[in-house]
């Protein structure tokens, strides 16, 4: 599928999805040793769009298990049809009734049902879900198991048969082995620690927030049309912010929403009327705003601009932008 990771680079950005040297390499490697990926970072980090850029590069469908609190085997991997095994059931009431009128016994007649058991169990009535869905495709897939973190530890656990064997149980009709293994890129936003099986089982990867440089060839790649010093000035506000201890620091896929909104306003460069008009894009809590809109003053150029590290402030220090980081960090904890 992939010769080199410069291919898987290229493939890549076909698709709009810029990969750092890491991304590439884990990408070549978990194609190369059968092995999933774990993703992990912040949200909007381009986590999920990595597996979506990697089905589409790759020709591949994207079959996708979006993981919650409280997610089980019925959701993700399979349940019966009840409701079809009954009407059948009605449907074939007439030969079943003459199968127990020819038996002799009770015991008999109940063993000539018993012999037809695997008649309503079987994959007739078998209703797949997405990791099933996966390992018998008869094409290989992508298989995106999005936010991991956000399930319990018993689905976790789960998991590890397929992750380990590509191959699930299903006690009525035994062990399933994939058909071709699927490419698996699983995700966290780290809300949560993940247990060590599930990590040694995986491909190791993690996707933080972008060098200005990454992210704003990310901004020219995604926002055809936005001025470049526009695309200058998004990215190096957005990196500005990115350091104050905010509750949501924006993301990337924030800051591509801000300039795709800046540029419908036809807005050629910031100044603290557009701040004060569309920073909501960009940050997601009222308190966030109020603190940005207090860091950023008027530059000489009808511009924005902030103190020697981008804003001003009593509390803008390095000190408590570091305690914010990691106050956040413990909360998820």
Not at 116 to 122: A, L, R, T
């Amino acid at each position: 599928m992939f010769r080199d990771t410069a291919t898987v680079r290229d493939r890549l950005t076909a698709q709009q999805y810029i990969a750092s040297d890491s991304i590439a390499t884990t990408l070549f490697l978990a194609n190369a040793l059968e092995k999933p990926i774990l993703a992990e970072g912040p949200a909007g980090t381009g986590k999920t769009e990595l597996a979506k850029a990697c089905a589409a590069a790759t020709g591949r469908e994207l079959i996708r298990l979006q993981c919650y609190e409280g997610i089980d085997e019925a959701r993700a991997l399979y349940e019966w049809e009840y409701a079809k095994q009954l009407l059948y059931t009605q449907l074939l009431r007439d030969r079943v009734g003459g199968m127990i009128a020819a038996a002799p016994t009770l015991t008999a007649a109940a063993d000539a049902i018993a012999k037809e058991d695997n008649v309503f169990f079987s994959e007739r009535f078998l209703l797949a879900r997405p990791l099933l869905k996966a390992i018998t495709s008869p094409k290989p897939v992508v298989l995106l198991i999005d936010e991991i973190d956000r399930a319990d530890a018993e689905f976790e656990a789960f998991l590890l048969e397929l992750l380990s064997d590509f191959q699930v149980s299903v006690p009525e009709l035994g062990t399933i082995h994939a058909v071709h293994r699927p490419l698996v890129i699983l995700t966290s936003n780290d809300t949560r620690e993940l247990s060590e099986a599930l990590k040694r089982r995986c491909l190791f990867l993690y996707v933080g927030y972008p060098t200005a440089e990454a992210e704003l060839a990310v901004v020219n790649l995604k926002v055809p049309g936005v001025p470049p010093k526009l695309a200058h000035e998004v990215v190096d506000l957005v990196q500005r912010l990115r350091q104050l201890d905010l509750r949501k620091v924006p993301s990337m896929s924030e800051t591509i929403d801000w300039a795709k909104a800046l540029v419908e306003l036809n807005v050629r460069h910031l100044d603290r009327g557009v701040l004060d008009t569309t920073l909501n894009v960009l940050l997601k809590y009222e308190s966030d705003i109020q603190k940005a809109r207090r860091q950023l003053r008027p530059s000489a150029d009808g511009g924005v601009q902030g103190g020697a590290s981008g804003f001003g402030g009593d509390d803008d220090d390095d000190d408590g932008g570091d305690r914010g980081r990691r106050d956040r960090k413990q909360r998820r904890r």
